[in-house]
């Protein structure tokens, strides 16, 4: 399988409902909530890219640029962005659908890098 290919099928989509119990008190998603949700989405990206242990080392920028009101629908899509010897990135990003139309808008971009570890916990390569 070549690289390209590793990385297509390692794309990882996730859809959620964004409901009352996640949003803040402007009745939108919690930042916190798309922070956990990116981290998670770009967690599962890596591990199976690397089909290695990965732990989330950082998260370099995360640009909220439209509110995810409740009531919609959200797709979280992560892929491999860049792959170095023992640590990735995982670029996120979350789209907002509302439940009753066609519309759809990017609402958040994070990257996340993660470091592929071996059985004693110590860096190992991600290829």
Excluded: W
């Excluded at 139309?101 to 971009?109: E, G, H, L, P, Y």
């Amino acid at each position: 399988m070549t690289l390209e290919e590793r990385i297509e099928q390692s794309e990882t989509r996730i859809f959620k409902a964004v409901f009352p119990n996640t949003t803040n008190h402007y009745d939108t998603l919690f930042g916190g909530m798309a922070m956990h949700l990116m981290d998670e989405v770009a967690f599962i990206a890596a591990t199976r890219f690397s089909r290695k242990r990965c732990v989330t080392v950082s998260s370099d920028r995360i640009d909220f640029t439209q509110p995810i009101p409740a009531g919609t629908i959200i797709e979280l899509i992560g892929r491999v962005s860049r792959i170095g010897n023992t640590s990735l990135d995982v670029l996120v990003e979350i789209y907002i659908e509302e439940m009753y139309s066609q519309t759809r808008v990017k609402a958040i971009t994070g990257n996340f890098t993660f470091v592929a570890l071996d059985e004693n916990k110590k860096p190992t390569s991600v290829l």
